[in-house]
């Protein structure tokens, strides 16, 4: 009978608190409605309201179970839903030559943000989220790497927050720079394509300049999604064939399954939904929601992890690093774009 009780109990704080997770979500998405609030998005508005909630209510522990059931299992069939976002047939047929250009972004993204951070000896870890983030597609790659790097919950939503308000102050300044640059409209694309960190920061800079150059940014961001893929197996290579500051063996990795899934949902939705199995625009409409839904209430669990006592000492650093890191990125390719 105890043992039948605990069951019904587990079961019934696993449900209640992914419910948790989940109103945090809807008001994330309500509060995104709000002006200034809609440039950063419904999963930065959900995280920044678990974590000011943590700060002030303290963590919700009778929800504990269903909370980590978000952040871990939710966040990773999220990734793998994500994958229907990458269209690969079109980023081999017209997007090789920006995939190159994409390399070099994520490339230069990661090796400059950890070079700063050593120098300004910041959290080393907090540092490689956020160069992936904005070297590859933001929240997405930072959500998708943390368990690949064993990141900590506290620094994986930290960088995730740090990560689109980031994004969103330079595609509005990217936005405003518009009128002012000689370069044409589609070399404009490119650049924030290549640059920016979220697929929603690139839509947000490049729809002013027109349809053309917001296809060429779109697909130039693509590119970097589909990047994360092999970004993730050099990371599993170097996480197996390193020591930890310890001297911890890292040796036993995980192989995050979720990965194949992200790779499958990219090849169906790519070749195999709306070619093979006919689709409206209302059902991708309803998937991408129940995606970015599901995404957001996976970054309320994280949020919930964050204590902002430690956030100044862990974050100052790594963010400053970022910040040079995304001005160098954006010249970089500002002289790739006007070529």
Same mark, same amino acid.
């Given at each position: 009978m105890s043992t039948l009780t605990k069951g019904s109990n587990y079961w019934r704080k696993l449900l209640l608190g992914i419910g948790f997770t989940f109103i945090f979500a809807l008001f994330g998405y309500l509060l995104s409605l709000v002006p200034g609030f809609n440039r950063v998005g419904p999963l930065a508005s959900a995280i920044m309201l678990a974590i *000011?909630?943590?700060?002030?209510?303290?963590y919700p522990e009778f929800f504990r179970i269903g909370i980590e059931f978000s952040s871990k299992y939710l966040l990773r069939f999220a990734i793998i839903l994500y994958g229907l976002k990458l269209n690969m047939d079109v980023i081999f047929q017209d997007g090789l030559g920006l995939l190159l250009?994409? *390399?070099? *972004?994520i490339i230069f993204a990661i090796l400059v943000t950890i070079y700063l951070a050593k120098? %300004? #000896?910041?959290? @080393?870890?907090?540092? /490689? &989220? /956020?160069?992936?983030?904005?070297? $590859?597609?933001?929240? !997405?790659? +930072? !959500?998708? +790497? @943390?368990?690949?790097?064993?990141? #900590?919950?506290?620094?994986? @939503?930290?960088?995730?927050g740090i990560i689109a308000l980031v994004g969103t102050v330079f595609s509005i300044i990217y936005a405003l720079l518009l009128p002012l640059l000689p370069i044409s409209d589609v070399q404009y694309g490119i650049w924030s394509g290549l640059s920016l960190h979220e697929l929603a920061h690139v839509a947000l800079a490049a729809e002013p300049a027109g349809e053309e150059a917001l296809a060429i940014a779109l697909l130039a961001k693509l590119g970097r999604v589909f990047l994360l893929v092999p970004l993730c197996f050099v990371l599993i290579f170097w996480v197996k064939n390193r020591k930890s500051v310890d001297g911890t063996d890292n040796t036993k990795v995980k192989f995050p399954m979720f990965l194949l899934g992200f790779i499958a949902m990219s090849l169906f939705g790519s070749y195999v939904l709306g070619d093979l199995v006919p689709? =409206?625009?209302? $059902?991708?409409?309803? +998937?991408? %929601? !129940?995606? =970015? %839904?599901?995404? *957001?209430? @996976?970054? $309320?669990? /994280?949020? &919930?992890?964050v204590s902002l006592k430690d956030v100044k000492n862990k974050a100052m650093r790594p963010l400053f690093a970022m910040l040079i890191a995304s001005v160098l990125v954006s010249i970089l390719m500002y002289s790739i774009a006007g070529i």
């Open positions: *000011t909630y943590r700060q002030i209510a303290g250009k994409g *390399t070099i *972004t120098l %300004f #000896k910041g959290n @080393a870890q907090i540092a /490689l &989220l /956020l160069g992936v983030g904005t070297g $590859v597609c933001g929240a !997405a790659a +930072i !959500a998708a +790497i @943390a368990p690949i790097v064993k990141a #900590k919950d506290e620094d994986t @939503a930290i960088s995730i689709v =409206t625009d209302n $059902v991708m409409g309803v +998937i991408s %929601f !129940a995606t =970015t %839904f599901i995404l *957001t209430s @996976a970054m $309320v669990g /994280l949020g &919930l992890n």
